[in-house]
């Protein structure tokens, strides 16, 4: 089927995330409206617009916790339209959350664990009886997390419960989870909020680092301009659900239009 | 990891179980246990393995279930006729047991499968409704059944095995409860099942089907409730359904919550706390003073719940509580010993 | 004929469900908690009126609401204020610990037989063919009267519509000046009101009372409260009407009558399946 086959850019790079005309109406309002994303393999994309601007509601149409009233969306060229958020995962989209949700009466290593439960298979009558595989497989989870919670340094915390965790080690956590479910692109939703210069430098850090490290596509949304200015290669700018400018992120940064919709005239 | 440490913690209360039957087991052989004695450790079995199963939906998927109760009348009504019928052609034996067990347990895994059905589409207070209405439905139907099939209002007669060391059966299916949850509980699943309680949104984001352990978790939860209630139809000589009311419900929830949320531990000496106190406190307090005892259980439940669950008392419960205050303990003999050594 | 008795006598049942699933469904839309304990307030209620019936059986009747009024503040203010903000679990647990405390509190004070209260015999009204209890008549013009002046005071008193705002949402209510424990306390107060005064009617209709004899009329009219969908003051007399006049034409059917819960309880549940929220509920969507 023509659906699932891959796409790739001009310049020979795969698309990993296309959106074809994707819109979303709550009642009478048009909160996404027309919104058509396309991003290459590697790339570290955000995704801006003032508050209200339907940014979050984007990540919630590809993720699959709403469904597009229209449009499609796709991943490495297979269509994902209307499947179910645990699907959707496993397809390879992964996403953190505005509002911080780990699993707070787990403890670090144990989020990280539940974050790789597709990864390594272990069926329920293997576990309840004990077979042998039921071992092998939790020692595997138990070092696959571990070598997670290194990279994100937060292998020194991995008995903590998570909601024990200090703010700033909470939002690595949630990406350190995401990234467990081996995912082709990972959403991350203002993954800077409330987060001091330094935390937003390390946090900076780290996403740089993941993205070389696993070679991962990320779409981001944030507030912080010296992030998005920082890391991200394009941008996509929204306002009233509909896109106001994309393309290079200096470019679109200095675009008087967007300049406007965030401050006024 | 302290993989040592956690083998002997983990299989402590297998241990103990075991340690405590065989125990008995010797005072009956030697004819020194008490009948009203065997009858309280059969009673003490079924709270158990009612209350570690309750607690897997409570305590561990985090959803409200108000008709327990209704599982184990599936279990006692459709085991014990099993049971009864069999008793002609294979006698009281134990493959009877076995069939009645299976039975009882099947029908009602097959019932928590059809209230699992609503908990995926419901939240919170809805779910306890219709898990509490499931319990009543239960019950109404098995009342008024005629005398013929299920006894109806005159109840259902079965029959008694062993008398004597029934208890024993009783608590080697304890074990069996405990085997399956607990493996179930420390597995990827259990996870997977602690993680839907924490943040649902969360748990389907990073990838874990949601409908598969809910239903998961109420199908194994009522098998144990059935399997309960198959015990039950057999250290009675009639099952009535009017035991299996609302309340009963209640008196499981409240072994889990007094045993503590999420611990299997917890429930398991609440469970067998509450049997012997409500044995015991039957014999001392009679007549009008009987109601004392539920006095005092409303009681401990309400000021329980608040103390473990007021916002404004979380700075006190940090301060002190049973950890904090033997890591403190422990602090403090290491440092004496410390400063002795440097003494020293 | 016997259609329009057996309709009579169900509205009027459902006008006494209506009044008990009113306290349940504005105390789960004002504080988000489930109190379970709303039956046994009935209970009291009833019991209430036979310490005062030596006087007249007004005073009693209102002796007795005002009883469950503080009943119902000091119950709010000792268990649940406490909770405010914890898990609706532990709430949930804590009403169902208050519950069982009134229960063998009443048994202590009472005994643990049903206790004869008669309020009042009034007699039978007929009409031709049809024969209506006056008890039935005055339940359901009471019960009329009871929602009618309620909306009323929802939509058009300062309070009532303080009540709906903190309703909506409680932290934009607090900034918008309003006493949310205030509002609390008197949904408590109006709730434990309409709870005694069911209990005049219940009595009206069988004139004995038991310390559990609140169960279950408390959870048929939380039944009714859910059918209605919860939070919804409409929801719950339209609940209530329809429980009422479902349980009287079961009843009313002998090979169907000793299922008449089953069926009540099950009509809930397939309602509750195809929608979630009940008849007038509003969906309420976690956000992500």
Same mark, same amino acid.
């Given at each position: &089927?023509?659906?699932?086959?891959?796409?790739?850019a001009?310049?020979? +790079?795969?698309?990993?995330?296309?959106?074809?005309?994707?819109?979303i109406q709550?009642g009478?309002? /048009?909160?996404v409206?027309?919104v058509?994303?396309?991003?290459?393999?590697?790339?570290?994309?955000?995704?801006?617009?003032?508050?209200?601007?339907?940014?979050?509601t984007?990540?919630?149409l590809?993720?699959?916790?709403?469904?597009p009233?229209?449009?499609k969306?796709?991943?490495?060229?297979?269509?994902?339209?209307?499947?179910?958020?645990?699907?959707v995962?496993k397809?390879?989209?992964?996403?953190?959350?505005?509002?911080?949700?780990?699993?707070?009466?787990?403890?670090?290593?144990e989020?990280?664990?539940?974050?790789?439960?597709?990864?390594?298979?272990?069926?329920?009558?293997?576990?309840?009886? +004990?077979?042998?595989?039921h071992?092998?497989s939790?020692?595997?989870?138990?070092?696959?997390?571990l070598e997670i919670?290194?990279?994100?340094?937060?292998?020194e915390f991995?008995?903590?419960?998570?909601?024990n965790l200090?703010?700033?080690?909470?939002?690595?956590?949630?990406?350190?989870?995401?990234?467990?479910?081996?995912?082709k692109?990972?959403?991350l939703?203002?993954?800077?909020?409330?987060m001091?210069?330094?935390?937003?430098?390390?946090?900076?850090?780290?996403i740089?680092?993941?993205r070389? /490290?696993?070679?991962?596509?990320?779409l981001?949304?944030?507030?912080?301009m010296?992030?998005v200015?920082?890391?991200?290669e394009?941008?996509?700018v929204l306002?009233?659900?509909?896109?106001l400018?994309?393309?290079e992120?200096?470019?679109?940064?200095?675009?008087p239009?967007?300049i406007?919709a965030?401050?006024?005239? | 990891?302290?993989?040592?440490?956690?083998k002997?913690?983990?299989?402590?209360?297998?241990?103990?179980?075991?340690?405590?039957?065989?125990?008995?087991?010797?005072?009956?052989?030697t004819g020194?246990?008490k009948?009203?004695?065997?009858?309280?450790?059969?009673?003490?079995?079924i709270?158990?393995?009612l209350?570690?199963?309750?607690?897997l939906?409570?305590?561990?998927l985090g959803?409200?279930?108000?008709g327990?109760?209704?599982?184990?009348?599936?279990?006692?009504?459709?085991?014990?006729k099993?049971a009864?019928?069999?008793?002609?052609p294979l006698?009281n034996?134990?493959l009877t047991?076995v069939?009645?067990?299976?039975?009882g347990?099947?029908?009602?895994?097959?019932?928590g499968f059809?209230?699992?059905?609503?908990a995926?589409?419901?939240?919170?207070?809805?779910?306890?409704?219709?898990?509490?209405?499931?319990?009543?439905i239960?019950r109404?139907?098995?009342?008024?059944?005629?005398?013929e099939t299920?006894?109806?209002?005159i109840?259902?007669p079965?029959?008694?095995?062993n008398?004597k060391?029934?208890?024993?059966?009783?608590?080697?299916?304890?074990?069996v409860?405990?085997?399956?949850i607990q493996?179930?509980?420390?597995s990827?699943?259990g996870r997977?099942?602690?993680?839907?309680?924490?943040?649902?949104?969360?748990?389907?984001a990073?990838?874990?089907?949601?409908?598969?352990?809910?239903?998961?978790?109420?199908i &194994?939860s009522?098998?144990?409730?059935?399997?309960?209630g198959?015990?039950?139809?057999y250290?009675?000589?009639?099952?009535?359904?009017?035991?299996f009311?609302?309340?009963?419900?209640i008196?499981?929830l409240?072994?889990v919550?007094?045993?503590g949320?999420?611990?299997?531990?917890?429930?398991?000496?609440?469970?067998?706390?509450i049997?012997f106190?409500?044995r015991?406190?039957?014999?001392?307090?009679?007549?009008d003073?009987?109601?004392?005892?539920?006095?005092?259980?409303?009681?401990?439940?309400?000021?329980?719940?608040?103390y473990?669950?007021?916002?404004?008392?979380k700075?006190?419960?940090?301060k002190?509580?049973?950890?904090?205050?033997?890591?403190?303990?422990?602090?403090?003999?290491?440092?004496?010993?410390?400063?002795?050594k440097?003494?020293? | 004929?016997?259609f329009?008795?057996?309709?009579?006598?169900?509205?009027?049942?459902?006008?006494?469900?209506?009044?008990?699933?009113?306290?349940?469904?504005?105390?789960?839309?004002?504080?988000k908690?489930?109190n379970?304990?709303?039956?046994d307030?009935?209970?009291?209620g009833?019991y209430?009126?036979?310490?005062?019936?030596g006087a007249?059986?007004i005073v009693?009747?209102?002796?007795?609401?005002?009883?469950?009024?503080?009943?119902?503040?000091?119950?709010?203010?000792?268990?649940?204020?406490?909770?405010r903000?914890?898990?609706?679990?532990a709430?949930?647990i804590?009403?169902?610990?208050?519950s069982?405390l009134?229960?063998?509190?009443?048994?202590?004070?009472?005994?643990?037989?049903?206790?004869?209260?008669?309020?009042?015999?009034?007699?039978?009204?007929k009409i031709?063919e049809l024969?209506?209890?006056?008890?039935?008549?005055?339940?359901?013009?009471?019960s009329?009267v009871? &929602?009618?002046a309620?909306s009323?005071?929802?939509?058009?008193?300062?309070?009532?519509?303080?009540?709906?705002?903190?309703s909506?949402?409680?932290?934009?209510?607090?900034? &918008?000046?309003?006493?949310?424990?205030?509002?609390?306390?008197?949904?408590?107060?109006i709730?434990?009101?309409?709870?005694?005064?069911?209990?005049?009617?219940?009595?009206?209709k069988?004139?004995t009372?038991?310390?559990t004899?609140?169960?279950?009329?408390?959870? /048929?009219?939380?039944?009714a409260a859910?059918i209605?969908?919860?939070?919804?003051i409409?929801?719950?007399?339209?609940?209530?009407?329809?429980?009422?006049?479902i349980?009287?034409f079961?009843?009313?059917?002998?090979?169907?009558?000793?299922y008449?819960?089953?069926?009540e309880f099950?009509i809930?549940?397939?309602?509750?399946?195809?929608?979630?929220?009940?008849?007038?509920?509003?969906?309420?969507r976690?956000?992500?």
């Amino acid at each position: &089927m023509a659906e699932s086959k891959k796409l790739y850019a001009e310049d020979g +790079r795969e698309i990993i995330i296309k959106t074809d005309h994707l819109c979303i109406q709550f009642g009478g309002l /048009k909160a996404v409206d027309d919104v058509n994303l396309e991003i290459k393999q590697g790339e570290l994309y955000g995704l801006i617009g003032p508050n209200g601007a339907g940014k979050t509601t984007v990540f919630n149409l590809l993720t699959g916790v709403y469904k597009p009233t229209y449009g499609k969306v796709y991943l490495c060229g297979e269509n994902l339209t209307g499947k179910a958020p645990a699907e959707v995962n496993k397809k390879g989209i992964a996403r953190t959350f505005q509002n911080i949700r780990l699993f707070n009466n787990l403890t670090v290593i144990e989020n990280v664990m539940v974050g790789l439960a597709n990864q390594i298979p272990c069926s329920v009558f293997t576990s309840v009886v +004990r077979l042998p595989g039921h071992k092998k497989s939790e020692a595997e989870f138990y070092e696959k997390a571990l070598e997670i919670l290194k990279v994100f340094k937060l292998d020194e915390f991995k008995d903590y419960l998570a909601a024990n965790l200090p703010y700033g080690k909470q939002r690595k956590l949630e990406i350190a989870r995401a990234m467990a479910t081996n995912p082709k692109l990972l959403l991350l939703d203002e993954p800077a909020a409330g987060m001091n210069p330094n935390e937003t430098q390390e946090l900076m850090d780290t996403i740089t680092f993941i993205r070389e /490290k696993y070679n991962i596509t990320i779409l981001l949304i944030e507030h912080d301009m010296r992030l998005v200015g920082g890391i991200c290669e394009k941008l996509t700018v929204l306002n009233f659900g509909t896109e106001l400018a994309k393309g290079e992120t200096s470019e679109v940064l200095a675009n008087p239009e967007v300049i406007k919709a965030y401050i006024g005239e | 990891m302290k993989l040592k440490n956690l083998k002997i913690k983990s299989y402590l209360n297998y241990i103990l179980i075991a340690a405590a039957t065989v125990f008995f087991l010797v005072l009956s052989l030697t004819g020194n246990l008490k009948t009203s004695t065997a009858y309280l450790l059969e009673e003490m079995a079924i709270k158990i393995m009612l209350a570690v199963s309750l607690s897997l939906v409570v305590g561990f998927l985090g959803e409200l279930s108000l008709g327990h109760a209704g599982f184990m009348c599936v279990g006692a009504y459709l085991g014990g006729k099993v049971a009864a019928m069999l008793v002609g052609p294979l006698g009281n034996s134990f493959l009877t047991l076995v069939i009645a067990l299976v039975v009882g347990g099947i029908c009602a895994g097959v019932c928590g499968f059809l209230i699992g059905l609503p908990a995926l589409r419901l939240r919170g207070d809805y779910l306890a409704i219709t898990t509490l209405a499931f319990g009543e439905i239960v019950r109404t139907i098995f009342q008024n059944t005629s005398a013929e099939t299920f006894g109806g209002p005159i109840g259902l007669p079965t029959p008694r095995f062993n008398d004597k060391y029934f208890y024993v059966i009783c608590f080697i299916l304890v074990l069996v409860t405990l085997f399956v949850i607990q493996n179930l509980i420390r597995s990827k699943h259990g996870r997977a099942i602690k993680a839907i309680r924490d943040n649902e949104i969360a748990a389907r984001a990073t990838g874990i089907n949601v409908t598969r352990y809910k239903l998961l978790g109420f199908i &194994m939860s009522a098998v144990f409730a059935g399997l309960a209630g198959v015990l039950y139809s057999y250290t009675k000589f009639n099952v009535s359904s009017q035991i299996f009311d609302y309340n009963y419900s209640i008196e499981i929830l409240v072994i889990v919550v007094l045993g503590g949320m999420g611990s299997i531990n917890g429930s398991i000496i609440s469970a067998i706390a509450i049997t012997f106190l409500n044995r015991e406190l039957a014999n001392v307090l009679t007549g009008d003073l009987a109601i004392l005892k539920d006095l005092v259980y409303a009681l401990i439940l309400i000021v329980i719940v608040i103390y473990k669950n007021a916002p404004a008392l979380k700075g006190f419960r940090e301060k002190y509580n049973f950890k904090a205050l033997t890591a403190k303990l422990t602090k403090k003999k290491a440092a004496a010993a410390s400063a002795e050594k440097e003494e020293g | 004929m016997e259609f329009l008795t057996t309709f009579v006598n169900g509205l009027s049942l459902g006008g006494i469900y209506a009044m008990i699933a009113l306290g349940y469904t504005m105390v789960y839309g004002i504080a988000k908690m489930l109190n379970f304990a709303h039956g046994d307030i009935i209970m009291v209620g009833g019991y209430t009126i036979s310490l005062f019936l030596g006087a007249n059986p007004i005073v009693a009747i209102l002796a007795s609401m005002i009883f469950c009024m503080l009943l119902g503040v000091v119950v709010e203010k000792v268990a649940y204020k406490p909770l405010r903000g914890a898990s609706p679990l532990a709430v949930l647990i804590t009403a169902i610990g208050v519950s069982y405390l009134l229960q063998s509190i009443a048994q202590m004070l009472f005994g643990s037989a049903p206790k004869f209260i008669v309020i009042a015999d009034l007699g039978i009204l007929k009409i031709g063919e049809l024969a209506i209890g006056y008890s039935t008549i005055i339940t359901l013009a009471c019960s009329v009267v009871v &929602m009618v002046a309620l909306s009323l005071f929802v939509k058009f008193s300062k309070t009532g519509r303080a009540m709906v705002a903190v309703s909506e949402d409680k932290g934009a209510a607090q900034l &918008m000046g309003i006493n949310v424990n205030r509002i609390i306390m008197i949904t408590f107060a109006i709730g434990s009101a309409l709870a005694a005064l069911a209990s005049v009617f219940f009595l009206l209709k069988a004139p004995t009372m038991s310390p559990t004899f609140g169960s279950l009329p408390g959870i /048929k009219a939380f039944t009714a409260a859910v059918i209605g969908g919860i939070g919804s003051i409409p929801g719950a007399m339209i609940g209530g009407l329809l429980l009422g006049v479902i349980e009287c034409f079961a009843q009313a059917v002998p090979a169907i009558s000793p299922y008449t819960d089953a069926i009540e309880f099950s009509i809930l549940i397939i309602l509750l399946l195809v929608k979630p929220s009940g008849l007038l509920g509003k969906m309420r969507r976690e956000k992500v």
